[in-house]
């Protein structure tokens, strides 16, 4: 199973996990822009309840997996310095060559470290990258620092922009850079397994999406919690205290509504202690209390007379005085009405004496026992007779009759008398009472105490007066009393002034003080939180979102990928790693202490390893080593590194044998020139001596070898850019194929600028014939047994030099006489006054010294 399976099959164990998307991403994509970080950051937020937009999570499957690698070998072909790079000339070119060795030499201050440099930023290098600054002698304003870099990607020509701190073009990561900041870093600190099969490179990136989305999520959770509520001091020891002082994101709401809700007996009863407490420490309570206790039975007896007075003159009152009244009226008018009858009929005075009552008493007594037992005297019905004087009754006799009983009884009389005598009764009783006499003092509290209240109280008691007024004045009745009696108000302000009165005397005795703080403390804070109600509120849902925020950020968590990075790692690259650092080296020659190459774990799902002494586990490296030894050591490291990569892209050196003898010199040019017999090698150096080894090297190895040499020009500015090795670098028959280039040059000024411009020309000329005649011996003539740049003496060489002859020497000797003399180095005499040779004299004198160096070497290979 490739590692990019193991991958798939791992991320279909994480459920519906924003993760299984990123990786779909970055296997299909080329990078993980913003907006598909935005769209990462609502996958993780979703399950949270923190997701502010909807975005469809779509999993990694095996449908998103390659079906192959693809790619290849990426190639440097061109570098061009577009602008604001150090002092280098603008629009320069540094040609690569595609296979073998590339030398780019330059002397100090040439510019060859800013070529290096931007390389160095634009591809992959460890150690801290060295500002680019622009040209410090400029008077324009610097930009942005910019090249253009041609390469080829699996044999595709391809061309990139570069600007400074803005994201390269991924190909060019799989180009690695090695300077003395990665030496630094592959001795001293752990090193990244940075080159990786196809499939860990995903779990880097994804290790990288989850860092780069764990720091979005904790920036806006510190914005959340920069917002974290104060509250107003509450002692711990109240339930209000306690749930400020506990409030999390479970604190229910439930319980917050609660507390923040007082009744309105609480709200009185916090009112009352409020002012309790205030005077307790003021005033004597004693007498506090029991002045409360006076305004408190003051306003009872008010409500006692309100109750009479409301009894007295209300609606009931009203309502049978008036009916009362009624009644009087007509029983009067019935008696009077009775009397009147008889008296229009009765013709013999003394109707109305005792003697006639007698008479008729005696009536009525026959009639009960004798004439009619079985009626009511008068029997006045049908067929009756009159017991007196024994005639049949007529109609007019009968009426009479009834009407003299109905006289003698006094019946409408009695209840005319009766029913004015309630009437006078009732009225007796409403005058009886004189509203808000018997209270002045309590209506003087009240005026204090509620003058609400006072004013609904004499708002009765006025309409209580008037209507007493009335029905004293006149005999028209009672006016109905419409103004209620505000007895609900005064017996609830009496009730608190009853319990402020106890609180008072409880607030006296320390045992009941201290009941009433606690009490109030209590009631305060609850009534401190129904201010804060919202905020509270508020607040449990910031802190909710915090821990939502928490729970995302876990999410973010790297140690699985690291986990499996390292698994994965182990079983792909970290053992081949191990044995390539072990043989680079062997081939670099170091054998002055044992060491090994360790897995140091992982940070991130990326894997590190790190160089260690085998048999001193405590000690450490960097001070053990010296510092040439701890170069060759991150060279063997970074080698290794190397040989790891899906494809042999090219690998850049600046100056890799700086602090190094000549013994590692040699070793590392031939490593150097070995690995570029497979992939593209990029040096570059200002050290003659080594590159001396580069190019004897490459010629012993056969490897094709390119050069460029990097100059400052007339111009002040660094990075000019010169086909080719400096005059002092090149080989014998290089010098000669240089010089006859010269020599065409030489010739085209003679004919188009005449004698005088030729001369300084040909001067020149002859100044680097002679030191062509001077390499020669070195390497022509004594056989290379010595040379100036290379370490040694080789006597193995000395063999084939005892074929010298007097005519060698004698053209050596010509040859430099004659360029002695033309070379400008001597003055001539005046009188001399001779010409500098023609052009086809110097051609002659350069094909005279290319032939002698043929002939010598014809005879000694022949």
């Avoid at 007896?301 to 005085?321: D, F, H, N, Y």
């Avoid at 008018?333 to 006639?356: H, M």
Wanted: charged share 25%; net charge neutral; hydrophobic share 40%.
């Amino acid at each position: 199973m490739s590692a990019l399976q193991e991958i798939s099959a791992w991320s279909a164990s994480l459920g519906s996990s924003w993760v299984r998307d990123a990786l779909r991403r970055i296997v299909t994509g080329p990078e993980i822009s913003e907006t598909s970080l935005d769209e990462l950051a609502a996958l993780c937020k979703k399950p949270h309840g923190l997701s502010e937009v909807d975005v469809e999570l779509v999993p990694l499957t095996a449908d998103h997996l390659p079906a192959a690698s693809v790619g290849g070998p990426v190639s440097l072909t061109a570098l061009t310095h577009v602008s604001d790079v150090n002092a280098l000339a603008p629009n320069e070119t540094v040609p690569f060559g595609i296979v073998g060795l590339t030398v780019i030499y330059g002397d100090n201050g040439a510019g060859k470290s800013g070529y290096a440099r931007i390389l160095k930023r634009a591809c992959r290098a460890r150690g801290s990258g060295d500002p680019i600054l622009a040209n410090a002698l400029s008077e324009q304003p610097a930009g942005t620092p910019t090249a253009k870099l041609k390469l080829t990607v699996a044999g595709v020509e391809k061309e990139h922009i570069w600007k400074d701190s803005t994201p390269g073009a991924l190909e060019m990561t799989a180009i690695s850079v090695f300077d003395t900041a990665a030496a630094q870093v592959y001795v001293a600190d752990k090193t990244e397994v940075r080159y990786r099969p196809l499939g860990l490179d995903v779990l880097d990136k994804l290790a990288n999406v989850c860092t780069r989305l764990k720091t979005r999520l904790e920036s806006e959770r510190a914005r959340l919690q920069e917002h974290e509520a104060t509250w107003p001091p509450l002692s711990k020891d109240t339930e209000a205290g306690r749930l400020l002082a506990g409030l999390t994101a479970l604190t229910p709401r439930d319980q917050v509504d609660r507390l923040a809700t007082l009744s309105d007996e609480e709200k009185r009863e916090l009112t009352t202690l409020t002012d309790a407490l205030a005077r307790a420490k003021s005033e004597n309570p004693t007498k506090r209390a029991s002045d409360l206790k006076v305004k408190a039975a003051r306003l009872r007896r008010l409500i006692e007379e309100m109750k009479e007075v409301a009894t007295s003159l209300g609606s009931e009152s009203s309502k049978r005085i008036a009916e009362l009244r009624a009644s009087a009226s007509t029983a009067t008018a019935a008696a009077a009405e009775a009397a009147r009858g008889l008296s229009d009929q009765t013709v013999l005075a003394g109707i109305d004496s005792p003697a006639w009552g007698q008479m008729w008493q005696s009536a009525r007594t026959y009639s009960d026992d004798h004439a009619y037992a079985d009626h009511d005297f008068p029997h006045v019905g049908a067929d009756a007779k009159c017991v007196l004087c024994q005639r049949k009754l007529d109609t007019a006799s009968a009426e009479r009759l009834s009407r003299l009983e109905e006289l003698v009884r006094g019946e409408a009389q009695k209840a005319a008398t009766a029913t004015q005598h309630a009437l006078d009764e009732a009225v007796r009783t409403c005058l009886s009472v004189v509203p808000g006499e018997k209270t002045r003092d309590a209506l003087d509290d009240l005026a204090v105490l509620d003058q609400k209240v006072f004013n609904l109280a004499t708002a009765f008691l006025g309409a209580a007066k008037e209507s007493r007024a009335t029905l004293l004045a006149s005999n028209n009745g009672l006016a109905p009393l419409v103004v209620p009696a505000p007895v609900t108000d005064l017996e609830s302000l009496a009730t608190g002034i009853e319990a402020q009165a106890a609180e008072v005397m409880r607030a006296a005795d320390p045992a009941g003080r201290k009941r009433a703080e606690v009490r109030y403390a209590e009631l305060h804070g609850r009534n401190t939180l129904a201010g804060l109600r919202s905020q509270i509120h508020a607040e449990i849902d910031r802190r909710a979102r915090i821990n939502a925020y928490e729970l995302c950020i876990k999410d973010t968590d790297t140690r699985a990928v690291t986990k499996l990075s390292t698994e994965l790692t182990k079983k792909h690259v970290t053992d081949a790693l191990t044995a390539a650092f072990d043989d680079e080296l062997k081939k670099l020659g170091f054998t002055t202490l044992e060491l090994e190459l360790r897995s140091a774990g992982a940070q991130r799902g990326v894997p590190y390893h790190q160089v260690h002494l085998k048999h001193a586990t405590k000690a450490q490296l960097p001070g053990v080593v010296s510092e040439g030894e701890g170069r060759c050591i991150a060279l063997a490291a970074f080698l290794a590194e190397v040989r790891g990569a899906e494809y042999a892209s090219a690998i850049v050196f600046d100056d890799p044998v700086s602090s190094l003898g000549h013994r590692w010199r040699t070793n590392v040019s031939r490593r150097l020139v070995e690995v570029s017999q497979s992939q593209q090698v990029i040096v570059f150096t200002h050290e003659m001596v080594f590159l001396a080894a580069l190019l004897q090297e490459a010629e012993r190895q056969g490897v094709e070898c390119s050069a460029q040499t990097v100059t400052r020009g007339a111009d002040a500015l660094a990075g000019h850019v010169e086909a080719g090795l400096p005059w002092h670098g090149l080989s014998t028959l290089k010098r000669i194929s240089a010089l006859k280039q010269e020599w065409r040059l030489a010739e085209a000024v003679h004919k188009e600028h005449g004698q005088k411009v030729y001369e300084r020309v040909a001067t020149r000329l002859y100044a680097d014939l002679r030191r062509t005649w001077e390499r020669a011996v070195e390497e022509v003539l004594l056989n290379e047994v010595v040379l100036r740049f290379r370490q040694g003496i080789e006597t193995n060489r000395l063999k084939k030099i005892g074929d010298i002859t007097s005519d060698d020497l004698k053209a050596v000797e010509a040859g430099m006489t004659k360029c002695s003399k033309w070379e400008g180095g001597h003055d001539q005499a005046l009188a001399v006054n001779e010409p500098v040779p023609e052009p086809s004299e110097v051609k002659a004198d350069i094909e005279t010294l290319e032939r002698w160096v043929a002939v010598v070497r014809k005879r000694r290979n022949g």
